[in-house]
């Protein structure tokens, strides 16, 4: 074994691609000797932005095996980058790795200097396409029931929306569980109008990116459902949040800084 101290740093890209890194990101990468990672996300990173690197690429389903792995390198001395897309704290390898070094505190993992560098999450970047929805108090929620029950799920849905946040949905609607999406619907409905304004971000940062908004109404429909799918983070208002055309003709949904 190598008596040098690897490092691991868990870092999230942004949206998609290069121009939505940080600095810091930047750097972390131009210095890595190894990407670890699912497949699709280390295909956003160019060859030219992490170019000294071996890359490990997995599947999307093995956190915790991709998060031993990555630390069991950094522990022979590497330079170990765990790339997440959006922000590595939302929904993605960072809390992976904690679990992981969380439940083997005296392990050969000791050495390994571990950090967390922050991305822009995809909530943020379909915010700022469509305006400023989350200008006041918001949430986030997963609906995948990967890792939890639905049961919690709607009772989240139900909390949040009764408590007026503005509610950004991740993970929305996937072809296993295509049915779930118009439940959370409902249960959105309980508390908010047919015409409250819902922001669709679909690939934000990607070549195929397309930004829409639409009244919560609209997706109580299977048509309007089949609009969000697992590329798309939706922007669900709160009471308060608005749409209303600037003096350019350009149209900007916000939620308003003060509470009425
Ligand atoms: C496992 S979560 C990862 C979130 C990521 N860590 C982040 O902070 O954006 C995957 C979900 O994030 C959302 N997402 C990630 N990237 C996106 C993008 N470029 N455009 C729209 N939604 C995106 C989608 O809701 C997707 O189902």
């Known amino acids: 074994l190598s008596d040098r101290v690897g490092r691991l740093t868990v870092i999230g890209l942004g949206p998609g691609g290069d121009a939505g890194r940080t600095a810091e990101v930047v750097a972390v990468l131009a210095a890595a000797t190894d990407l670890v990672g699912y497949s699709t996300y280390l295909d956003f990173v160019g060859v030219g932005e992490a170019p000294a690197a071996t890359r490990h690429a997995s599947d999307n ?14 522990a022979t001395g590497a330079d170990v980058v765990v790339v997440s897309s959006g922000d590595p704290g939302v929904f993605a390898m960072a809390a992976a790795v904690m679990e992981q070094l969380d439940e083997a505190p005296d392990s050969a993992w000791a050495g390994v200097e571990v950090s967390v560098l922050p991305g822009v999450s995809a909530a943020q970047s ?6 400023a929805p989350l200008g006041h108090d918001f949430c986030v929620i997963s609906l995948s029931d990967n890792l939890k029950p639905w049961s919690i799920i709607e009772q989240r849905l139900d909390a949040a929306a009764g408590a007026d946040f503005v509610i950004a949905l991740y993970n929305p609607r996937s072809r296993a569980r295509p049915e779930q999406f118009g439940v959370a619907v409902d249960v959105l409905r309980r508390h908010r109008s047919a015409d409250t304004p819902v922001v669709l971000g679909r690939d934000i940062g990607r070549p195929a990116e397309s930004v829409a908004v639409v009244p919560l109404g609209d997706l109580a429909s299977p048509e309007g459902q089949e609009r969000v799918d697992m590329r798309t983070v939706v922007i669900v208002g709160s009471s308060t949040t608005r749409r209303f055309t600037a003096p350019d003709g350009t149209s900007f949904t916000y939620t308003p800084r003060r509470y009425p």
């Open 126 to 131: 379909a915010a700022a396409r469509a305006g």
């Open 61 to 74: 389903r093995e956190e915790a095996d991709r998060s031993r792995f990555a630390l069991d390198l950094a």
